[in-house]
Nanobody
Framework: QVQLVESGGGLVQAGSSLRLSCAAS????????MGWFRQAPGKEREFAAA????????FYADSVEGRFTISRDNAKNMVYLHMNGLKPEDAAVYYC??????????????????WGQGTQVTVSS
């Protein structure tokens, strides 16, 4: 089992930056792929970013590529999502996720095994 707890959400203005954090516990998190998803009201949960177990490889959705950066600190069991140039359409509940498989390009929520409770990001125009 893996427990995930997100933090760092809030209300920001368009163009601002925000860093989300995810604290992981349970099984050895350095052996699992980590990612971030988001879900806006009335929309399906969508993939945002993922990072490999050793942090060498990352994968992003087209909508966030170049603006968001995912990183992880295995020594601290932490995963981060650095968000720059936020837009109103980035507003959503952001979820930290983990998967036991090795692929980081698994953009479908069903391929992920563990989820946090989410943290709200609101972007004002």
């Amino acid at each position: 089992q893996v427990q995930l707890v997100e933090s760092g959400g809030g209300l920001v203005q368009a163009g601002s930056s925000l860093r989300l954090s995810c604290a992981a516990s349970g099984r050895t998190v350095r052996n699992i792929v980590m990612g971030w998803f988001r879900q806006a009201p009335g929309k399906e949960r969508e993939f945002a970013a993922a990072i490999s177990r050793n942090a060498v490889s990352t994968f992003y959705a087209d909508s966030v590529e170049g603006r968001f950066t995912i990183s992880r600190d295995n020594a601290k069991n932490m995963v981060y999502l650095h968000m720059n140039g936020l837009k109103p359409e980035d507003a959503a509940v952001y979820y930290c996720a983990a998967r036991v498989g090795s692929a980081i390009s698994a953009a479908t929520p069903g391929f992920w095994d563990y989820w946090g409770q989410g943290t709200q990001v609101t972007v004002s125009s």
